[in-house]
């Protein structure tokens, strides 16, 4: 079974653009969340998508934002990019049927910004 | 906001001892808790996950959850030098937040030959 599918992995960007990224989730799952992980604060939860409707959100500004298509792939998009935005972004995916449910991580995409 | 603190390490053991990771929660009514452990530069990998009191076994990882002290922990056994790597607990929300994993900032662990 295919894990999480993240795309780019990679991503160059300049302050001042934007920027779209991409998951697909294990095959089943219908939930997908997304994190961000800096070295100085750690994992921290963006928001959390389950049948096509965020149902959870954290505490970000509103130039992150994202969506959830009905196959369950889900897009990240930030605007208006800041060198602070320089992470590693996460997206989890879990059955979702339970919100508690356990949640598995794809590589990831590493975002730096000049 | 739900507070999660691990032990900041980092955590020396030598191969085949056990190594023993902590982690507090702030909030009483959490129910979901988790283990994660990531490699150097490689996303969190799930390892474990608990949801009652007492010990849950899987190999040589045991997790134990003691919800009236609000603490779980994670046993290594016979640990390995591939053992390394940073150990991240997490814990889910409540009710309106439950899909969501508030994560302690990982333990390091370094298991030397």
């Known amino acids: 079974k295919a894990g999480v599918t993240q795309t780019p992995r990679y991503l160059i960007k300049t302050r001042g653009q934007q920027v779209t990224l991409s998951c697909s989730p294990i095959?089943?799952?219908?939930?997908v969340s997304w994190y961000q992980q800096t070295p100085g604060q750690g994992l921290q939860f963006l928001f959390e998508y389950f049948s096509e409707t965020q149902r959870n959100k954290g505490n970000f500004p509103g130039r992150f934002s994202g969506r959830q298509f009905s196959n369950s792939r889900s897009e990240m998009n930030v605007s208006t990019l800041e060198l602070g935005d320089s992470a590693l972004y996460l997206c989890?995916?879990?059955?979702?049927?339970?919100?508690?449910?356990?949640?598995?991580f794809g590589d990831g995409t590493r975002l730096s910004i000049l | 906001q739900k507070e999660v603190e691990q032990n900041s390490g980092p955590l020396s053991v030598p191969e085949g001892a056990i190594a023993s990771l902590n982690c507090t929660y702030s909030?009483?009514?959490?129910?979901?808790f988790f283990w994660y452990r990531q490699y150097s530069g490689k996303s969190p990998e799930l390892i474990m996950f608990?949801?009652?009191?007492g010990d849950k076994e899987d190999g040589r990882f045991t997790a134990q959850l003691n919800k009236a002290s609000q603490y779980v922990s994670l046993l290594i056994r016979d640990s390995q030098p591939s053992d390394s790597a940073t150990y991240l607990c997490?814990?889910?929300?409540?009710?309106?937040?439950?899909?969501?994993?508030?994560f302690g900032r990982g333990t390091q662990l370094t298991v030397w030959p």
């Open positions: 095959s089943g799952h219908r939930s």
């Open positions: 608990i949801y009652s009191n």
């Open positions: 989890a995916s879990s059955s979702g049927t339970q919100a508690n449910q356990p949640q598995h």
């Open positions: 997490a814990v889910n929300g409540r009710g309106s937040t439950l899909g969501r994993l508030y």
């Open positions: 909030d009483r009514g959490s129910q979901s």
